[in-house]
């Protein structure tokens, strides 16, 4: 039997899929993030090869099992020269032993997420999350992305994004230079912290985590969802933000006239009135054959088909 290798090598966690040549899941498993931005490369390879090696042992078919195809979607995969570091990544001295050398494929995460959501010819992905990311392809298999630089460079239409802005206005209705907000109650209650001072040893005081920043987007669309205006101004601009990243792919991709799938992924979509729907309104009102689509199927399963597709 022919054994296909999918991963998703997230910021978070990896997730390592076997199937067989028809997309029939084996065996998987999971370990921590192999993102080398997030963890470094030496994590990123004992994670990777920890996910790898975990789904081996749950297929139950013997150590020495061969990978006919396998493809890797890596987070932190943003400019070309990352293709090095992931090469090293995944061809360490014990994973690469069980890859068909000729039949290897490395990507972005947001290739296998946009293969996972949609089948269709024309396709984008936009993700909403702890980061941001839009990503699209047509069907001349021309592909295009923009955002998804980080926090400092671009980030926008992401929970990070958000949530700073959110910091931001407390501390700016704290000095008196903004608005009161509802923000203000619910942040301090978040951290257990009796002022706004107590904000800035919460922030300063461990080093600097993305992730742990991220936090306060549910907080934000709980705040709006309650009538606060600083909230709602917050959210609606990181949802044209979106747009406008959305907007950027159709049009390096020449897809403004034409039928094209636009799949969903990440927390700030759950926050329908005030972000998701605001995209979706944006969007219908500038292309007439938009399908929106959130990402329901596991991203890794866009490895595995990915994988089988290389045979």
Not at 8 to 14: L, W
Not at 73 to 78: E, K, L, R
Request: hydrophobic fraction near 40%; include cysteine; proline fraction near 2%.
């Amino acid at each position: 039997m022919e054994y296909i290798l999918g991963v998703d090598g997230g910021g978070t966690k990896t997730t390592a899929t076997i199937a067989g040549t028809d997309g029939g899941v084996i065996a998987e498993s999971t370990s921590g993030a192999s993102s080398f931005p997030s963890v470094g490369v030496r994590k990123a390879i004992e994670n990777l090869n920890r996910a790898v090696f975990g789904a081996i042992e749950n297929a139950d078919a013997g150590s020495n099992m061969m990978f006919g195809s396998s493809c890797f979607g890596f987070a932190g995969f943003n400019i070309p020269e990352d293709i090095n570091v992931y090469r090293e990544i995944v061809g360490n001295d014990k994973l690469k032993k069980c890859l068909n050398q000729r039949r290897i494929l490395i990507y972005n995460d947001t290739r296998i997420g946009l293969e996972a959501g949609s089948s269709a010819p024309n396709k984008i992905i936009i993700i909403a999350g702890t980061g941001s990311n839009c990503f699209g392809i047509n069907d001349n298999g021309e592909q295009a992305g923009s955002t998804g630089w980080d926090h400092i460079l671009a980030d926008e239409g992401s929970g990070y994004a958000v949530s700073v802005k959110a910091l931001r206005a407390v501390m700016r209705a704290y000095d008196g230079r903004g608005e009161r907000t509802m923000l203000t109650g619910v942040i301090l209650g978040e951290l257990g912290l009796e002022d706004e001072t107590g904000i800035v040893s919460w922030i300063y005081g461990k080093p600097f985590s993305k992730e742990r920043i991220s936090v306060f987007a549910k907080p934000v669309c709980k705040c709006a969802y309650g009538g606060d205006g600083i909230s709602r101004k917050i959210l609606y601009g990181e949802a044209m933000e979106s747009v406008l990243s959305v907007i950027t792919i159709a049009e390096k991709l020449k897809l403004s006239k034409r039928k094209f799938d636009l799949v969903l992924v990440g927390g700030l979509f759950k926050c329908e009135k005030y972000f998701k729907d605001i995209v979706i309104a944006g969007l219908e009102e500038r292309f007439d054959g938009i399908c929106f689509k959130p990402l329901v199927a596991n991203p890794v399963e866009g490895a595995v088909k990915l994988a089988i597709d290389n045979l």
